[in-house]
T-cell receptor, first 114, second 113 residues
Framework: GENVEQHPSTLSVQEGDSAVIKCTYS??????FPWYKQELGKGPQLIID?????GEKKDQRIAVTLNKTAKHFSLHITETQPEDSAVYFC?????????????FGQGTELSVKP | DGGITQSPKYLFRKEGQNVTLSCEQN?????MYWYRQDPGQGLRLIYY???????QKGDIAEGYSVSREKKESFPLTVTSAQKNPTAFYLC????????????FGQGTRLTVV
């Protein structure tokens, strides 16, 4: 079946450094790739998303890149701050597959040390 | 304010009991989803609904049931047939099932006692 692999599972960086999280997906029909941030005991919140007709998208300190040929996409956070510490999930979905269900990666626990 | 609301935040269930988790949205979204989250794992799809009066099984539907009688409501029942129900349950909604953002509720933590 379809799946999304996410790496690394944990990531520790110093405040001000950059953080990169990578995901690969298996379903070549996937056309929507969101990234979610989840704080402890709360629901995930969308931080950025990208559609298959775009290779890169940026929103202030956050950027996402997509390589459809290789079926992988990455989240880049620059100038990290302690409040960026959380669990980050990537996901992929296809309009044509099971109601556009989002298939999630296993998550990355990001820790930003002051 | 528009949003998606789950209740209760914490729920305790005795073995052999059915419990129902509530999910309500006022975003006028057609599509709604239930996910289960276990520690250190990603979210797994239980059920989804693309439109009122219609729903489909996800990847881990056994031991769960849903209904979609109203557009804004998508309750999840965890039945006694679910052998390991202790988990964090998340409800989400989307405008439609195309390439649109999914909004999540704050979750319900279910514990079997």
């Amino acid at each position: 079946g379809e799946n999304v692999e996410q790496h690394p599972s944990t990531l520790s960086v110093q405040e001000g450094d950059s953080a990169v999280i990578k995901c690969t997906y298996s379903d070549s029909a996937s056309n929507y790739f969101p990234w979610y941030k989840q704080e402890l005991g709360k629901g995930p919140q969308l931080i950025i998303d990208i559609r298959s007709n775009v290779g890169e998208k940026k929103d202030q300190r956050i950027a996402v890149t997509l390589n459809k040929t290789a079926k992988h996409f990455s989240l880049h956070i620059t100038e990290t701050q302690p409040e960026d510490s959380a669990v980050y999930f990537c996901a992929a979905s296809s309009t044509y597959n099971q109601g556009g269900k989002l298939i999630f990666g296993q998550g990355t626990e990001l820790s930003v040390k002051p | 304010d528009g949003g998606i609301t789950q209740s209760p935040k914490y729920l305790f269930r005795k073995e052999g009991q059915n419990v129902t988790l509530s999910c309500e949205q006022n975003l006028n979204h057609d599509a709604m989803y239930w996910y289960r989250q276990d520690p250190g794992q990603g979210l797994r799809l239980i059920y989804y609904s693309q439109i009122v009066n219609d729903f489909q099984k996800g990847d881990i539907a056994e031991g769960y049931s849903v209904s979609r009688e109203k557009k804004e409501s998508f309750p999840l029942t965890v039945t006694s047939a679910q052998k390991n129900p202790t988990a964090f349950y998340l409800c989400a909604s989307r405008l439609d099932f195309l390439v649109t953002e999914a909004f999540f509720g704050q979750g319900t933590r279910l514990t079997v006692v």
